[in-house]
């Protein structure tokens, strides 16, 4: 069974241009979450997602960053004109209930804004 | 959500326990003691999870104090691919869809 999948694994962009992190859950999962961990710190939530709704979105910065889980394809997380303080790791997981199901993470996209 | 309070960093030696623990002083009736871990780059992993009782998988055991205000993760035999940075988290079971939050955990070094 393949696991969470993330791509790209690494992604350089410059400030001001976007980056697009994409997340597949496992099968049979139709619960996302997307957490970010900035160097030497620990992981935060940003937002959970189920097909085509956002349930969760309380840990996402107010401006620039976006989320989408459309019925057909991956999940995408947006972050517009990068900034340098976006450089982090950003890693996705999936449930397949809710109510307290473990959360299986993605290898994470490590992205750097140069 | 309740909080957690882990030592920063533990070391061990290859192929002895070890016994990481968690205070959660505050912890509700409805909470469920989850214990994730991370290794160097890569995305946080499932160790394991409980409410009252004790529980063993084949990754490690969990102990979980009579009052539930404490716990210890058990790692029977510690290898070098055990180190790690260990997060103990509380999930409310009532809570649909509830995130995980972490907190700084504690890093196990092991040696050879």
């Known amino acids: 069974n393949a696991g969470v999948m993330q791509n790209p694994r690494h992604l350089v962009r410059r400030r001001g241009q976007e980056a697009r992190l994409r997340c597949s859950p496992m099968?049979?999962?139709?619960?996302v979450y997307w957490y970010r961990q900035l160097p030497e710190e620990g992981l935060k939530f940003m937002v959970y997602?189920?097909?085509?709704?956002?349930?969760?979105e309380s840990g996402m910065p107010k401006e620039r960053f976006s989320a989408e889980f459309p019925k057909e394809g991956p999940s995408i997380l947006r972050i517009q004109q990068v900034v340098r303080g976006d450089s982090a790791a950003y890693f996705c997981?999936?449930?397949?209930?809710?109510?307290?199901?473990?959360?299986?993470f993605g290898p994470g996209t490590r992205l750097t804004v140069l | 959500d309740a909080k957690t309070t882990q030592p920063n960093s533990m070391e061990s030696n290859e192929e002895e326990p070890v016994h990481l623990p968690c205070n959660h002083s505050?912890?509700?009736?409805?909470?469920?003691i989850h214990w994730y871990r991370q290794l160097p780059s890569q995305g946080p992993e499932y160790v394991i999870h409980?409410?009252?009782s004790n529980v063993n998988n084949r990754m490690a055991s969990l102990a979980i104090a009579e009052d539930r205000k404490s716990s210890t993760l058990i790692l029977h035999r510690a290898t070098l691919r055990d180190a790690a940075v260990y997060y103990c988290i509380l999930r409310d079971g009532r809570a649909a869809g509830n995130k995980l939050t972490f907190g700084g955990g504690t890093r196990v070094l092991v040696k050879p």
């Open positions: 997981a999936s449930s397949r209930r809710s109510s307290g199901d473990t959360q299986y």
């Open positions: 505050t912890i509700s009736g409805t909470d469920y």
């Open positions: 099968k049979g999962h139709s619960h």
């Open positions: 409980g409410l009252t």
């Open positions: 997602l189920q097909k085509e709704n956002i349930i969760d």
